[in-house]
């Protein structure tokens, strides 16, 4: 895996990973289990990507998770994973989610990567300074982003993309030094 596709100054820009949940950080299928009148789903995540996720925050970029789902499931992996900034259940849909960061934190879209695999995912994908697409994506949004993974949703493609992104950014060998440190100190 190399950074194919990702300009360096593109992805030097970047403050703002933005990741689609369903089908992005899980092969898009969940289990809905009725009790009463509670409805469980339930969702399978990549290990892989759950250290991607650390080593972008520990490069000081930002991590989103945006869908239209709302789910006890992603937000617990959220809280797992210290991603604070956690969209679910949008009224408004994924692109007033972002614009409310970027506001809040005073970025443009040029400064946003999202990560996407469906239609859903397409007025982000025009915005965003980075448009990329899981291995999995519908053809509309492998036609719209400019980078393009070979891993499929749910079996580590939000790691492939943060493998990517923090390379081109030359900060990856330096994260995973990092991160091998800290492992030897604990
Ligand atoms: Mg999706």
Known sequence: MIAVGIPADVARGIRLVSLDVDGVLTDGSFTSE???SAVTESRRFSVLDGLGIHLLQSAGLTVAFVSGKRSAAVEARARDL??????????????EAIEG???RNGWSWTQVAHLGDDLADLAVLERAG??????????EVREIADWVGEVRGGEG???EFARALLDSRGEWAEQVRKYVEKGRRS
Do not use: T, W, Y
Request: charged content about 20%; glycine content about 6%.
């Open 157 to 159: 493609a939000v790691r």
């Open 130 to 139: 980075l448009p990329a697409a899981v291995a999995n994506a519908v053809p």
């Open 34 to 36: 009725v009790s009463d």
């Open 82 to 95: 210290g991603v604070e900034e956690v969209h679910l259940d949008l009224p408004f849909g994924k692109v």
């Open 101 to 103: 960061m970027l506001q």
